[in-house]
């Protein structure tokens, strides 16, 4: 199983920018997937996850600016930022539970700046 994600960049702040997570080697849909960053300094932390079922949840500091998304047929996972903020940048990992086990990605550089 390998999960590939790509979509950092640098973006000012209060620009938008969209992650993408390519899941190969698994069936995709069913499984609990979540978007995580690691800001310089701090621990890794969750950002938003999405269950097999479709159901959303997103830390405070991301609601209503971010959106987690997914399309089964492309078994992509998607997060979508708005409104990035210059505290925001970090590395961005996603991560697929597959049965009991877990799959990260590689990790994608965001860097928000003017």
């Known amino acids: 199983v390998q999960l590939q994600a790509s979509g950092g960049g640098l973006v000012q702040p209060g620009e938008s920018l969209r992650l993408s997570c390519a899941v190969s080697?698994?069936?995709?849909?069913?499984?609990?997937m979540a978007w995580h960053r690691q800001i310089p300094g701090r621990k890794r932390e969750l950002v938003a996850s999405i269950t097999g079922g479709g159901m959303t949840n997103y830390a405070d500091s991301v609601k209503g600016r971010f959106t987690i998304s997914r399309d089964i047929r492309k078994k992509t996972l998607y997060l979508q930022m708005n409104s990035l903020k210059p505290e925001e940048r970090a590395v961005y990992y996603c991560?697929?539970?597959?049965?009991?086990?877990?799959?990260w990605g590689q990790g994608t550089l965001v860097t928000v700046s003017s």
């Open positions: 080697g698994s069936r995709f849909g069913n499984n609990f």
């Open positions: 991560r697929g539970n597959m049965g009991p086990i877990q799959y």
